[in-house]
C-alpha cells in the first residue's frame, strides 16, 4: 500500500540536544511538508519541498532545519536553538503543491 | 450543542443524527477547501474538497457547502456513527500562495 511513514511514533529530547525526525513516502509525490501541531491550534507549515535539492521556509521554521536529498524522504531535524519543541509534528506529501496532502500519523516529541 | 471546550470547540451528537460542522476561512481570495478528519493520534485524513466556483459537493455521507459571501465553510454528516468521532478541520488554498491554511478544528463526539 502506498502511503507515508514517520518514525519514531514518540520521540524524547534532552536540553541542548538535536533530534532528527523521520519521513518518508512511496507515492512518488513531488511535493512535500513538514507540520507541527499544537492543542487549539491548526496546523502550522515548518517547512516545503517542491523538489528534490529543493526547499522553502515556512510560517515557523526557526530552530529546524530539513533536507530533501532523495524525492522519498524529507527529515526534519530539531536542533537545540527551539526552545519550545514539544508538540505532535506531522509530515504530508502532494503531487504537487496546492493540492490536497496525504499525512503521515505523526511524531510526537517531548522535552526530557 | 456546541461549546467551546478547553482547547477545541465540540460538537456533540446522537449516533444516528445528522451533524453539522462549521469553518470561517480568512481569505477572501482562497479558490481552494479541503475537509480533514483527524482521530486520536493519527494523522489527518481527506473526506471532501469543494473549489470555489461550487456551492456544495456530496460524497459518501457527506456533505460541503460553501458560502464565499461570508466566507464560511460548513460539512454535513449524515447519520453519524460512533467511528465518525474525532476532530474535523478544513484547509483553504490561497491562490498565490498555495500553502494551505489550516482551521484549528471542531472536536465531533458521538453520543451512544
Known amino acids: 500500500d502506498g502511503g507515508i511513514t514517520q518514525s519514531p511514533k514518540y520521540l524524547f529530547r534532552k536540553e541542548g540536544q538535536n533530534v532528527t525526525l523521520s519521513c518518508e513516502q512511496n507515492?512518488?509525490?513531488?511535493?512535500m511538508y513538514w507540520y507541527r501541531q499544537d492543542p487549539g491550534q491548526g496546523l502550522r507549515l515548518i517547512y516545503y519541498s517542491q523538489i528534490v535539492n529543493d526547499f522553502q521556509k515556512g510560517d515557523i521554521a526557526e530552530g529546524y532545519s530539513v533536507s530533501r536529498e532523495k524525492k522519498e524522504s524529507f527529515p526534519l531535524t530539531v536542533t537545540s536553538a527551539q526552545k519550545n519543541p514539544t508538540a505532535f509534528y506531522l509530515c504530508?506529501?502532494?503531487?504537487?503543491?496546492?493540492?490536497?496532502?496525504?499525512f503521515g500519523d505523526g511524531t510526537r516529541l517531548s522535552i526530557l | 450543542g456546541e461549546s467551546v471546550g478547553l482547547h477545541l470547540p465540540t460538537l456533540s451528537v446522537q449516533e444516528g443524527d445528522n451533524s453539522i460542522i462549521n469553518c470561517a476561512y480568512s481569505?477572501?481570495?482562497?479558490?481552494?477547501f479541503i475537509w480533514y478528519k483527524q482521530e486520536s493520534g493519527k494523522g489527518p485524513q481527506f473526506i471532501i474538497d469543494i473549489r470555489s466556483n461550487m456551492d456544495k459537493r456530496q460524497g459518501q455521507r457527506v456533505t460541503v457547502l460553501l458560502n464565499k459571501t461570508v466566507k464560511h465553510l460548513s460539512l454535513q454528516i449524515a447519520a453519524t456513527q460512533p467511528g465518525d468521532s474525532a476532530v474535523y478541520f478544513c484547509?483553504?488554498?490561497?491562490?498565490?500562495?498555495?500553502?494551505?491554511?489550516f482551521g484549528p478544528g471542531t472536536r465531533l463526539s458521538v453520543l451512544p
Open positions: 484547509a483553504e488554498n490561497p491562490p498565490i500562495d498555495q500553502n494551505f491554511v
Open positions: 481569505n477572501s481570495a482562497s479558490d481552494y
Open positions: 504530508a506529501s502532494s503531487p504537487n503543491r496546492g493540492q490536497p496532502q496525504h
Open positions: 507515492l512518488n509525490h513531488d511535493a
